[in-house]
């Protein structure tokens, strides 16, 4: 049961570890270690029209966002590594709002190759786009198809599993923390595909089939 708790929350390194600790009979397992340290900023959940129309436009003038869409529907992103955000994607839709404002400016973002978008895994968020004829530009980083560029053998790309391999550090639960991980394993992986020439390729060639797999 431990082992299990531990694999779903990623913590990959302790399920090696556990044939190291002696549990005796009846003995608790302290977990402290899972509740957040309090060092990262909670992700902020806006839900009003108004909240969601500020951090649209918000975004609109960044030049780069880190994004993902995580429990189906729920919205995340961060224009600058520090303030975290979240919103339901249902939210957006005209019979909640009263009409498309919210979703047009949501649409134009996305389809600005002016700002550019990074994440992880991205051909399946493109193809939630696709399904409703929103054709995503501006893909500039996916730490999927990085890792893959650079350690083809690698057996897990679970981005859990690839910051702790980069970092040696256990990925902490928690939407901001995804963004987090996001963000540096971008500064590290392009620092790697630079000094193995790597690069060109996965800015000509492996981003822009994101769009066109994803189309197929």
């Given at each position: 049961?431990i082992?299990?708790?531990?694999?779903?929350?990623?913590?990959?390194?302790?399920?090696?570890?556990?044939?190291?600790?002696?549990?005796?009979?009846?003995?608790?397992?302290?977990?402290?270690?899972?509740?957040?340290?309090?060092?990262?900023?909670?992700?902020?959940?806006?839900?009003?029209?108004?909240?969601?129309?500020?951090?649209?436009?918000?975004?609109?003038?960044?030049?780069?966002?880190?994004?993902?869409?995580?429990?189906?529907?729920?919205?995340?992103?961060?224009n600058?590594?520090?303030?975290?955000?979240?919103?339901?994607?249902?939210?957006?839709?005209?019979?909640?709002t009263?009409?498309?404002?919210?979703?047009?400016?949501?649409?134009?973002?996305?389809?600005?190759?002016?700002?550019?978008?990074?994440?992880?895994?991205?051909?399946?968020?493109?193809?939630?786009?696709?399904?409703?004829?929103?054709?995503?530009?501006?893909?500039?980083?996916?730490?999927?198809?990085?890792?893959?560029?650079?350690?083809?053998?690698?057996?897990?790309?679970?981005?859990?599993?690839?910051?702790?391999?980069?970092?040696?550090?256990?990925?902490?639960?928690?939407?901001?923390?995804?963004?987090?991980?996001?963000?540096?394993?971008?500064?590290?992986?392009?620092?790697?595909?630079?000094?193995?020439?790597?690069?060109?390729?996965?800015?000509?060639?492996?981003?822009?089939?994101?769009?066109?797999?994803?189309?197929?």
């Amino acid at each position: 049961e431990i082992e299990r708790i531990f694999k779903e929350f990623g913590f990959y390194s302790l399920v090696k570890r556990l044939g190291e600790v002696d549990i005796q009979a009846g003995e608790k397992l302290k977990l402290d270690f899972l509740i957040p340290t309090g060092d990262s900023k909670p992700i902020k959940d806006i839900k009003t029209r108004e909240e969601i129309k500020g951090g649209l436009d918000l975004i609109k003038k960044s030049e780069e966002i880190t994004f993902d869409i995580v429990r189906e529907n729920v919205f995340i992103w961060t224009n600058d590594g520090k303030d975290f955000y979240s919103f339901d994607l249902g939210n957006l839709q005209v019979a909640k709002t009263g009409s498309d404002e919210l979703w047009m400016l949501f649409v134009t973002i996305f389809e600005n190759k002016a700002t550019s978008k990074s994440g992880y895994d991205l051909k399946p968020l493109v193809k939630k786009f696709l399904e409703k004829e929103v054709h995503v530009k501006g893909l500039f980083f996916d730490a999927k198809i990085a890792a893959y560029l650079i350690k083809a053998d690698r057996k897990d790309y679970e981005l859990s599993m690839m910051y702790q391999n980069e970092f040696g550090e256990e990925l902490k639960s928690g939407d901001d923390y995804r963004l987090r991980a996001i963000i540096r394993l971008k500064k590290s992986f392009l620092e790697k595909l630079k000094s193995d020439g790597l690069i060109k390729i996965f800015e000509d060639i492996e981003m822009p089939l994101i769009m066109v797999s994803a189309e197929m």
